[in-house]
């Protein structure tokens, strides 16, 4: 070999060398990438499924209170229609007791009253089963009345006018007078 061939072929082998170096650092630096590259993509994968996570228990919660809500709104509900129905049919028992029962009830009733007397107002049917000794019975509760003939639109019970007050005893208003405490009393037996 020549001197040139020499020299070519040192060149060749330096240029070789140089590209065999540049080629091992362009992968070590493609391997620094790659490994950062991985850790951030892992990084980014757990904080992806992280907040995923989060989501999904956040979703879970808010099914679960939504469940719990619509049960409990769902037995209020029909402890309401349970409570009303109760009070419709302790309406109709007293609207339907035997007429010694029914103006018995009358009579405790004005006994409750705080006024010396008045004119009693009653409903249609009352009025044509009126008892013979109704006003002796109101006197014995110390309430000295008048009956009026003309019918008020009541279900059932009376209402005492004195002048400008009126005491309404009608059993509905007198029921819903106790709602509150009978409210309580019929949940504690129905729903014991």
């Known amino acids: 070999m020549n001197g040139e061939d020499k020299i070519l072929?040192?060149?060749n082998s330096d240029c070789e060398r140089a590209v065999r170096g540049i080629l091992d650092e362009a992968e070590?630096?493609?391997?620094?990438?790659?490994?950062?590259?991985?850790i951030q993509a892992k990084k980014a994968e757990n904080e992806v499924f992280e907040k995923?996570?989060?989501?999904e228990k956040q979703i879970n919660n808010a099914s679960k209170s939504r469940c719990e809500l619509e049960i409990r709104n769902t037995i209020l509900r029909k402890r309401?229609?349970?409570?009303?129905?109760?009070?419709?049919?302790?309406q109709s028992y007293l609207v339907n007791l035997f007429d010694d029962e029914y103006f018995g009830f009358m009579y405790k009733l004005a006994e409750t009253l705080d006024v010396e007397s008045g004119t009693v107002l009653l409903n249609q049917k009352d009025l044509n089963r009126l008892p013979g000794d109704f006003t002796e019975k109101f006197?014995?509760?110390?309430?000295s009345v008048t009956v009026s003939?003309?019918?008020?639109?009541?279900?059932?019970?009376?209402?005492?006018k004195n002048g400008n007050v009126e005491e309404n005893m009608a059993i509905d208003a007198?029921?819903?007078?106790?709602?509150?405490?009978?409210e309580d009393i019929?949940?504690?037996?129905?729903f014991k």
């Open 52 to 55: 995923a996570k989060a989501r």
């Open 139 to 143: 006197q014995n509760v110390g309430i």
């Open 28 to 38: 070590q630096k493609c391997s620094v990438i790659n490994s950062q590259a991985e």
């Open 149 to 160: 003939d003309s019918p008020v639109e009541i279900i059932g019970g009376f209402i005492l």
């Open 174 to 182: 007198v029921i819903m007078s106790k709602r509150d405490a009978l």
């Open 80 to 90: 309401r229609s349970e409570i009303d129905k109760t009070f419709d049919e302790l």
């Open 9 to 11: 072929n040192r060149i």
């Open 186 to 190: 019929i949940s504690r037996e129905l």
